[in-house]
């Protein structure tokens, strides 16, 4: 700026006059990563409206005719010419505008001035640009003032007031002009991340730029667009007076305008400039110019404008996943920018043909713009034509493109498309690539080559006509399938593969010949040629490539199987039958399954497969032979591809799986099977998850099938059954599946086969499936509903209880053909079938009765509680088993699992009759049970709330007999409890038969003598031999100490310490001894000058201490064993009476007396 322009805004400044310079906004195009910006911070943001407070601006004008249109043949230059007008006075300052390398300067410090009001009646500015509100990245309008802070050079200074609402200080530092900055360029995953945060809808207000203020730009006829209502600007205030800049003037870009460009691109948040008359544009025109006037090789920027300012700015316009939050005007900006690409391209066709001259960047940079599939397109494909804002021939859409009324172009790819494409034909783009191919393609053309210059046309194939194509490739696609033809193995290299197949020129190059023949049906035998050229490949590769060459191809053959697109030209059953012609299945499962990221890639393939129905069973053979014998990680990563993959199997696929796994049953190992048991185990869960019901049925009826293997181990039998559960477990209404399988495991036991006891183990956790209560669910049938049910209809205790019989009936034959082997081991590890032992018969049937009973709320009826008791203890083979029918039977009593009804004929019948000699310890805790509780219903035996033990209500017991019958002829131990419990019993009678106690004891003396009579008749008798007269003498003892413990427990009721009578234990004689008593003399003396009239005590301490005194005279005492304190204590007392001080007024003095051992 010059010094005038200067004092005029510092005086401005001073008196509060609001000064306004006006620099052409800036649009950006916004990317999605999270430190993209949309705004640049140092540019001034455009206004839409005529009446903002410094005035609008209308679109740039010719300043003649449109003599200066890309597609006239005159290049004449014309001078352009913009204004720049700044109001809030009454006079319009125009300013000249002269070339670019002297007048774009961002180093000038500009001060801007907002307000909320302005002289003159003015509106608020507004920020808003010429497109409406600026696009924002997710983060812009978090992080805008930020970034403001952390580009600027200088302080930025804010002043708040009532009328200001904002200023802002920016000194910018110009960029150096001989060396343009190399910034690094974004990845094109890095800007396509999406953000979660919605974009603003205005820029914010201190965003000035000083680079902004650029000439307009002259566009040809095609570029023209119609200005909106909002931007119509009054002729009469516009100034008349415009000055031109000469473009042509120009020999290279102004590298300062290039520098911000690429700034602005290479940003932590990028801005692409496509609104009018910035950056983008200008250097595009300029390059334009260059291009017809042959300077552009010469020119030292422009190279780097190619590569880092074009390809990076249409990657992110084409690309980035935030334009579905860009304004319309943005999209009709960027086709605008777009066509004027093409007339670049175009240009430097016509410039030159030869292919060293031709920038790689422009043939790149013509794919991102015309390929019909990157997002810009997608995303306004159902845009109107009239948003383009351009005069539209009807015939401009189907002069090079399919017809637009074709319902399929319409809305798959929208007219925006079609119109660039056919705008593209009218400049002879077409023409012209034609042209250079027919010059350039022959033999020495390399692959790379051939690819660059035909992709960009094969990514829009699909809309354009069939015979331009032709016309325009015929050559190329010539030459190019004769040199794929002529390829060898040696020559595709397939061994040196080791990345991503997607860069391989041999899949690209068949790709983009396929994309261009595919239109024309005529050609379509070369598209499929193509196709399975690259299926050759890529199984090629699967053969002889690296490990990490064999991971891309199976990444790339899922892709091709995946892509609709592809398949859709050729019927999958064409591509299946090819595949199998090739062996591709032997391939994919010939090596790598022990590599689980191979074998995960392996499963997409296949799935791919099965979901096209491209997989018969035959191929699934070679699949399960891949496996055979192999290592045990190998059979693992198999058998789990096969468990993720089964449920996409159809049915003949199922049964080929399922009798293969049935034939690998027979001839794998232990180690082989227990995985086999695993898969059909995952097979069934995932597929009962899917709700795949067959699958499921089939995995349980397979597995119930191995099961029910005579040979098996009784480790892979219960596997096999753990499997079955889980299966039936992850069903979620598995009720019919369940009281299927109980009913044959139910089977099982009434044929009595060798896998009763597994299934016993396995209908018992069949049973748990169900839930405790119905509470959650009225559908649901609850346990003891489920297992009342079943009993209800296949009486399953009865069929248990006759199982056991039968069971031990077979005990019983082979113990009598075996003596010799039975009489060797322990009875509990008898092993009769060879698989489990005695007591795990013993054990899991009556452990799984005992679960019915008490799961299932049932009561045991008369007739099967008879026929175990039979079975376990009258008829037991050993002692093993009647030990385990105590238990059950007390257990069961305690639980009240028998039915009461049948309590008392059982006890009378069964327990009565049994004979003693057969009771052991448990028998009689099995009879104490029984006995107690029959009594206690009856109401002879009470028992007090909270209590164990039971009080005598009445003289004759039930089972009284018996009990005295245990007493006499039962073995030692069991007659000794049995004592017990009869003395316990009848010395503790009832609070109702106290004043009876006599007559209880004259019944149980009674009792006690009359029995001794009758044992003392049968010795005195003298028959039978020695042994008997044992007996009879053992029994008589056996009385007496009944009849002793009898007393003793009542006398000891009396055992008080200072009882005169002993207990009549102790009132026979005992042992005699000499009882020698120590009294102090000199003690008693002492004693007797302090006794106490007041306080006398005639208790006597005799604590059999020594005591400690020089003067002691001894005296002793005749006493024997069972004489009683008491009687000691008057001896001792007579002794001393008469001794002076012992006694006072007849009262004993307390006095310690010392006993000598």
């Known amino acids: 700026m010059d010094s005038s322009k200067t004092t005029t805004k510092e005086e401005n400044r001073k008196y509060g006059t609001p000064t306004y310079i006006r620099n052409a906004s800036h649009c950006s195009a916004p990317s999605s990563s999270p430190r993209s910006s949309p705004v640049d911070a140092l540019l001034l943001p455009d206004f839409d409206t005529a009446n903002d407070s410094y005035g609008s601006y209308h679109h740039t004008t010719y300043c003649s005719a449109i003599n200066n249109s890309h597609f006239d043949a005159d290049d004449n230059n014309h001078e352009m010419c913009t204004r720049r ?104 995953r890095e800007h396509e991340s999406v953000s979660d945060v919605e974009l603003s809808t205005s820029a914010p207000l201190p965003a000035l730029s000083p680079s902004s203020s650029l000439p307009r730009i ?24 415009e000055n031109c800049v000469d473009f042509d003037a120009y020999e290279d870009l102004p590298s300062p305008m290039l520098a911000k460009l690429l700034e602005q691109l290479n940003r932590q948040r990028w801005v692409v400039p496509v609104l009018p ?44 996943e935030a334009m579905k939050e860009w304004k319309p005007d943005i999209h009709r900006f960027i086709w605008h920018s777009v066509l004027r690409y093409f007339v670049m391209f175009t240009e430097k066709l016509r410039q030159t043909l030869h292919p060293e001259e031709i920038h790689d960047a ?46 399929r172009i319409h809305s798959h790819h929208g007219v925006w498309l079609l119109l660039l494409l056919n705008r593209f034909g009218r400049m002879d783009g077409f023409e012209l690539i034609k042209r250079f191919l027919k010059e350039n393609v022959n033999e020495a053309t390399t692959a790379a080559q051939l690819i660059e210059w035909m992709r960009p046309v094969a990514s829009c194939a699909q809309v354009l006509k069939p015979e331009l194509i032709g016309d325009v490739f015929q050559h190329t696609i010539t030459i190019a399938l004769d040199r794929l033809r002529k390829l060898s193995s040696s020559d595709l290299k397939c061994e040196q593969v080791k990345g991503d197949l997607r860069e391989s020129l041999m899949i690209e190059l068949p790709r983009v010949i396929e994309a261009l023949v595919v239109p024309n049906p005529a050609l379509l035998p070369v598209g499929k040629e193509m196709f399975f050229f690259v299926l050759r490949y890529i199984l090629r590769v ?16 899922q892709a091709i199987l995946l892509n609709v697109t592809q398949c859709s030209i050729i019927p999958i059953g064409e591509i299946a039958e090819w595949l199998r ?34 997989i018969i069973p035959d191929e699934l053979d070679i699949m399960w032979d891949a496996q055979k014998e192999k290592h045990d990680a190998v059979q693992r990563n198999f058998h789990d591809l096969i468990a993720k993959l089964a449920s996409a199997f159809n049915n003949q696929l199922q049964e080929r799986l399922f009798a293969r796994m049935k034939q690998s049953w027979t001839s794998s190992s232990s180690r082989e099977r227990t995985l086999l048991l695993d898969l059909i185990r995952r097979i069934g869960i995932d597929s009962s998850e899917n709700a795949e019901r067959a699958l499921t049925l089939r995995s349980l009826s397979l597995l119930w099938d191995l099961f029910r293997d005579e040979r098996l181990c009784v480790e892979l039998m219960d596997a096999a059954l753990d499997a079955h559960y889980s299966i039936i477990e992850s069903v979620t209404r598995a009720d019919d599946i369940r009281r299927e399988y109980i009913h044959k495991c139910i089977e099982e036991l009434l044929t009595d086969s060798v896998f009763v006891l597994s299934t016993l183990k396995h209908m018992q956790r069949l049973m748990m499936i169900a839930p405790d209560c119905t509470f959650s669910s009225t559908k649901n049938m609850s346990k003891n509903e489920f297992i009342e049910t079943v009993q209800r209809d296949t009486e399953l205790c009865s069929r248990l209880s006759t199982n056991l019989s039968i069971y031990m009936d077979k005990v019983r034959i082979y113990v009598r053909n075996l003596p010799e082997t039975c009489a060797e081991i322990d009875a509990g590890s008898l092993m009769i079938d060879g698989r489990y032992t005695h007591e795990d018969h013993l054990r899991i049937r009556l452990s799984f009765l005992h679960f019915l009973l008490s799961e299932g709320q049932l009561w045991l009826m008369t007739p099967q509680a008879n026929e175990l008791w039979d079975a376990l203890v009258v ?35 069964r327990i009565l009759k049994l004979p003693v000699n057969l009771l052991n310890e448990e028998g009689f805790s099995c009879f104490k049970t029984f006995w107690t509780t029959v009594n206690k219903l009856a109401g002879k035996l009470v028992q007090p709330p909270s209590s164990i033990h039971f009080l005598l209500n009445s003289f004759d017991l039930e089972g009284h007999d018996y009990l005295w019958e245990i007493i006499l002829k039962a073995r030692d131990n069991v007659s000794r409890r049995a004592t017990e419990l009869w003395v316990d019993i009848f010395s503790n009678p009832h609070v109702d038969m106290v004043s009876d106690v006599g007559q209880l004891n004259e019944f149980v003396i009674s009792k006690c003598f009359t ?12 028959g039978g031999d020695d042994f008997e007269k044992i007996g009879v003498i053992n029994r008589m003892s056996r009385i007496l100490f009944a009849l002793h413990c009898y007393i003793c427990a009542f006398d000891e009721d009396c055992a008080i310490h200072e009882r005169s009578r002993p207990p009549l234990l102790l009132a026979c004689l005992g042992h005699c001894f000499i009882l020698t008593v120590l009294f102090p003399v000199e003690q008693l003396q002492l004693l007797r000058k302090q006794f106490d009239t007041k306080n006398p005590s005639s208790s006597f301490d005799f604590t059999g201490s020594s005591v400690s005194s020089t003067i002691n005279e001894e005296e002793t005492f005749p006493v024997h064993s069972n004489m009683a304190i008491s009687t000691v204590k008057s001896l001792v007392e007579d002794r001393i009476r008469g001794w002076e001080g012992c006694c006072v007024d007849g009262v004993m003095t307390r006095f310690q007396l010392g006993v000598q051992r």
Request: charged letters at 25%; one cysteine or more.
């Open 85 to 188: 007008s700044m109001e809030g006075g009454n006079s319009n300052v125009w300013n000249d505008v002269g070339p670019w390398e002297s007048n774009y300067t961002p180093s000038s410090n500009i001060r801007a001035r907002t307000s909320s009001s302005t002289e003159g009646g003015g509106e608020s500015i507004s920020a808003k640009s010429d497109a409406g509100d600026l696009p924002e990245s997710p983060d812009s309008k978090y992080e805008l003032d930020e970034q403001v802070i952390e580009q600027a050079p200088s302080p930025v200074s804010y002043t708040v007031g009532s009328s200001v609402r904002q200023q802002c200080d920016r000194v910018t530092q110009p960029p150096t002009i001989p060396n343009i900055p190399q910034p690094p360029v974004l990845s094109r």
């Open 218 to 241: 002259a566009r040809p006829t095609v570029f023209s667009v119609k200005p909106s209502p909002s931007r119509q600007v009054d002729v009469s205030t516009a100034s008349k007076t």
């Open 277 to 320: 008359d910035q950056e983008l544009e200008v250097l595009m025109e300029i390059g334009i110019r260059l291009i017809r006037k042959g300077l552009d090789g010469k020119a030292r920027y422009f190279d780097s404008f190619l590569e880092k300012g074009l390809v990076v700015a249409y990657d992110k316009l084409m690309h980035d």
């Open 362 to 407: 422009y043939w790149t940079i013509l794919w991102q713009t015309m390929n019909c599939h990157n997002r810009f397109h997608k995303h306004n494909k159902n845009r109107p034509i009239e948003m383009l804002q351009s005069d539209v021939d009807p015939a401009d859409l189907q002069q090079f493109t399919l017809s637009v009324n074709d319902e």
């Open 542 to 557: 699967l053969q002889v490539a690296p490990f990490a060459g064999r991971i891309a191809a199976l990444e790339e053959l």
């Open 581 to 614: 012609k090739q062996s591709t299945v032997e391939i994919l499962f010939r090596d790598n399954l022990h590599h689980p990221a191979f074998c995960e890639r392996l499963e997409r393939v296949v799935r791919v497969l099965l979901e096209k129905n491209a």
């Open 875 to 909: 008829n037991a083979v050993f002692e093993f088993e009647r030990t385990y029918g105590f238990q059950l039977f007390a257990s069961m009593q305690e639980q009240e699992d028998i039915d009461p009804k049948a309590l008392d004929p059982f006890f009378e019948t």
């Open 1011 to 1022: 029995m001794l009579k009758a044992n003392h008749d049968e010795l005195i008798k003298g």
